[in-house]
């Protein structure tokens, strides 16, 4: 069972940056894929990044291509979202996933997934 919690999140201004962190329980999180996604009230769970589990492979969502980053640290059991140039349409509850195996954007069945950060931003 891997544990993941998220932090980070806040209330910020449009233009302004902000960096999530997910830390993991899981001592072989060098072996998962991670991921993080995001649901905005009355809307579906997105997509919004990957990376592989040995970080030399990422995949972005077309809305946050160019102004996100993500990252990990396999000695310290984090992944990162460094998110710039924020709008209005980031506002949305952020979630990390982690996933052993498969595809390393597909985050399906069998993934774990934290409880998640608020990120809003205000025009």
């Known amino acids: 069972q891997v544990q993941l919690v998220e932090s980070g999140g806040g209330l910020v201004q449009a233009g302004a940056s902000l960096r999530l962190s997910c830390a993991a329980s899981e001592r072989t999180f060098s072996s998962y894929n991670m991921g993080w996604f995001r649901q905005a009230p009355g809307k579906d769970r997105r997509f919004v990044a990957a990376i592989d589990w040995s970080g030399s492979s990422t995949l972005y969502g077309n809305s946050v291509k160019g102004r996100f980053t993500i990252s990990r640290d396999n000695a310290k059991n984090t992944v990162y979202l460094q998110m710039n140039t924020l709008k209005p349409e980031d506002t949305a509850l952020y979630y990390c996933?982690?996933?052993?195996?498969?595809?390393?954007?597909?985050?399906?069945?069998?993934?774990?997934w934290g409880q998640g950060t608020q990120v809003t931003v205000s025009s």
């Open positions: 996933a982690a996933r052993s195996g498969g595809r390393f954007w597909e985050f399906g069945g069998n993934a774990y």
